[in-house]
């Protein structure tokens, strides 16, 4: 079975643009989850979506918002792209809502900010 | 106070040894304690899953929960070169499943 997979797998982009990132959870799960990682620090939470409403809301700024389609994929919107949003941006998958254990996590979206 | 506390290392050990690995945290309703392992450009793999109190172990890796002392290790027996990674921690509870995770530590295992 295919994983957790997100597009793209790399972007570039200037100060104040907007972004759009996507992921496609595990065939089966329907709760996603969004992570911010900085370099050399621990994800941090920033949305869960299930069943196609949103769930969970981490500490970020209206800048980001997310949904969640009928297929249960889901993508994260960023605005107004500051310097400090670069950072790996993991989408996780799981089962139902709340099982910490069975999160799987995919392979991530560099995003640059210059 | 960061809720969990991870030292970041590098930690640097022969292929072979035995590894500890720990975190502490200060939030006393967190009942779920996870592991993960990041490869370099990778998205974390679950390698551990503990509830409250006590150890669990999974071939060469044993995790060890202390409530009263609010800490929580990972061991590696014989490590390998491929178990070099950034080892994450994280935790959940308190009727949050939204995990908080430790800032990793980076382990390099050498031949």
């Known amino acids: 079975d295919a994983g957790v997979t997100q597009s793209p797998t790399h972007l570039i982009k200037t100060r104040g643009q907007q972004v759009t990132l996507r992921c496609s959870p595990i065939s089966g799960h329907k709760s996603v989850s969004w992570y911010q990682q900085v370099l050399g620090q621990g994800p941090q939470f920033i949305f869960q979506y299930y069943e196609k409403e949103e769930r969970g809301r981490g500490n970020f700024p209206d800048r980001f918002s997310a949904r969640q389609f009928p297929n249960y994929s889901s993508e994260l919107n960023v605005n107004a792209l500051l310097l400090g949003d670069s950072a790996l941006y993991l989408c996780a998958s799981s089962q139902i809502q709340g099982n910490a254990d069975t999160q799987y996590f995919g392979p991530g979206t560099r995003l640059t900010v210059l | 106070q960061k809720e969990v506390e991870q030292d970041p290392g590098p930690l640097s050990v022969p292929e072979g040894a035995i590894v500890s690995l720990n975190c502490t945290y200060s939030?006393?309703?967190?009942?779920?304690f996870m592991w993960y392992r990041q490869y370099s450009r990778k998205g974390p793999e679950l390698l551990m899953y503990?509830?409250?109190?006590g150890n669990k172990e999974d071939g060469r890796f044993t995790a060890q929960v202390d409530k009263s002392s609010k800490y929580i290790s990972l061991f590696i027996r014989d490590s390998q070169p491929s178990d070099s990674a950034t080892y994450l921690c994280?935790?959940?509870?308190?009727?949050?499943?939204?995990?908080?995770f430790g800032r990793g530590t980076s382990l390099i295992v050498h031949p």
């Open positions: 994280a935790m959940s509870g308190g009727g949050s499943y939204i995990p908080t």
């Open positions: 939030n006393s309703a967190f009942q779920y």
């Open positions: 503990t509830y409250s109190s």
